[in-house]
């Protein structure tokens, strides 16, 4: 089955303790993207890559790092979360073609202490 | 830079009736592409509809049907024959492809539907 797998779907942290969350698509899409879902602003993009070892912020970028070692996987990690990053996470991907939708995985809700 | 507005943050509607979500945009460019998605309860995110803005002819899916105004840079959608299952958080999104292919999604902040038993 096609699919974005993202890991954990639910974490609970405290401010400065690092973490990773893991994104991973089979569907040998070039193009990957981390979203952030805020009540009342929608869906805000926090980096992308369009391809392996091929990252670039997105409109929101702060407190975020990303890499791209593998085409399938697409991590994002929060060296020393604060609270302002409690947030539903969306992690998505699709072909390099523009006229390919992106498909979301289902989602990370993280809660800073 | 492109902007998605959604103007109404929550709707009610009986089942069985038809709705209407509005959704304006703002950008300069000439080719892009429009999107609806649904967000249920469950959070994932779920692709409704999508228009090429080079196409005149309004997209459908089975009851979901967009009236897509490029002049006007609106893009509303219409639920026809409201289901319970239609309850659901949409968002309108933009995309300006880029020459290397995609670029990223702009969201607008959702409206919140209610469909009534």
């Known amino acids: 089955e096609a699919q974005v797998t993202q890991n954990p779907r639910y974490l609970i942290t405290v401010t400065g303790k690092k973490l990773t969350v893991t994104c991973s698509q089979n569907m040998n899409h070039e193009y990957m993207s981390w979203y952030r879902q805020d009540p009342g602003l929608g869906l805000r993009q926090i980096y992308y890559s369009m391809n392996v070892e091929a990252t670039d912020k997105g409109d929101v970028p702060e407190g975020y790092k990303v890499s791209r070692k593998e085409k399938r996987n697409f991590p994002l990690i929060l060296e020393s979360p604060s609270p302002n990053q409690t947030s539903l996470y969306f992690c998505a991907s699709s072909p390099i073609d523009s006229r390919e939708t992106q498909y979301f995985g289902p989602g990370t809700r993280l809660l800073v202490l | 830079a492109q902007t998605v507005t959604q103007s109404q943050p929550e709707m009610s ?7 209407t979500l509005s ?6 460019e000439s080719n892009y592409y429009l999107f609806w998605y649904k967000q249920p309860p469950s959070r994932q995110m779920i692709l409704v509809i999508r ?10 899916e089975n009851r979901f049907s967009v009236n897509f105004q490029k002049a006007a840079k609106s893009f509303s959608l219409k639920i026809s024959d409201s289901q319970l299952g239609d309850t659901a958080m949409y968002f309108c999104a933009f995309m300006k492809p880029n020459a290397f ?5 702009t969201f607008g902040t959702g409206t919140r539907l209610t469909i009534i038993p």
């Open chain 2, 13 to 19: 509607v009986q089942e069985a009736e038809t709705v």
């Open chain 2, 23 to 28: 959704c304006t945009y703002d950008t300069s």
């Open chain 2, 51 to 60: 228009q090429e803005a080079y196409k005149q002819q309004n997209a459908t």
């Open chain 2, 101 to 105: 292919g995609n670029e990223k999604l």
